[in-house]
């Protein structure tokens, strides 16, 4: 069965400063691998997603994440973050043939200014 | 950009009464899900539903659940006999198509509340 590990609950960073949440995967073979944004009151939206080739992909609002095999990780970076960002992360985890989406636990990112 | 839209944003109901809870997915897509978050807790799956069936259900979707599209565009989560601790949010997605890379898309989500 597939499982999630975000070990971190709760981020602080700076505005303006880099970021990187991590994000650990159990599963046996080549995952497909989501990571989710969601705003206060808001549903989730997709940030990006990686099923093959690069390992590192590229999102939206100027996330990135890089697949590592080696490290059963999938960590999500942003170079410089923006008060915007401020929001819950979730790592998700798709099996092949699955239609359910595993989600970790989430991790809350706050921006001091 | 097209959106999944959810209804109610917030139902509150009392305990034992029955809640249906609807979605208009985005609509050239084919497959749709319920998930749920509990306050404090993961996002969990509840179901998938395809050509009018359900195609994956967790074990969280028992008899107390059911889906069911009732036209072209809704697609609808009912629980009966609804307990203190189905107070969750709950989430409905859709995606164009089942196989796994295809991203799911959620909507806002409705937060029900059972007394």
């Known amino acids: 069965a597939q499982s999630v590990t975000q070990p971190d609950i709760h981020i602080t960073v700076s505005e303006g400063a880099s970021l990187e949440l991590r994000c650990n995967y159990s599963?046996?073979?080549?995952?497909?691998l989501f990571w989710y944004v969601q705003s206060p009151g808001q549903g989730l939206q997709l940030l990006l997603k990686?099923?093959?080739?690069?390992?590192l992909v590229q999102g939206i609002k100027g996330f990135e994440a890089e697949f590592k095999r080696s490290q059963s990780s999938f960590n999500l970076r942003k170079p410089s973050v923006h008060w915007s960002d401020a929001a819950e992360y979730f790592c998700?985890?798709?099996?092949?043939?699955?239609?359910?989406?595993?989600f970790g636990q989430g991790t809350r990112l706050t921006i001091n200014p | 950009e097209p959106e999944v839209t959810q209804t109610p944003s917030h139902q509150v109901t009392q305990m034992g009464q029955e809640v249906i809870l609807r979605c208009v997915p985005i609509?050239?897509?084919?497959?749709f899900y319920w998930y749920r978050q509990i306050l404090g807790q993961k996002v969990e799956f509840l179901v998938s539903?395809?050509?009018?069936?359900?195609?994956?259900k967790s074990e969280i979707f028992d008899d107390q659940f059911s889906v069911e599209r009732p036209d072209g565009s809704n697609f609808t989560l009912k629980i009966r006999s609804t307990k203190l601790e189905d107070s969750a949010m709950y989430f409905c997605?859709?995606?164009?198509?089942?196989?796994?890379?295809?991203?799911?898309?959620f909507g806002d989500g409705t937060r029900l509340s059972i007394l």
């Open positions: 997605a859709s995606s164009e198509q089942g196989t796994s890379f295809w991203p799911q898309h």
């Open positions: 599963y046996g073979a080549t995952p497909y």
């Open positions: 990686y099923f093959s080739g690069d390992t």
């Open positions: 998700a985890v798709r099996g092949q043939g699955a239609q359910k989406l595993v």
């Open positions: 609509s050239n897509h084919l497959y």
């Open positions: 539903f395809y050509n009018n069936e359900i195609s994956e």
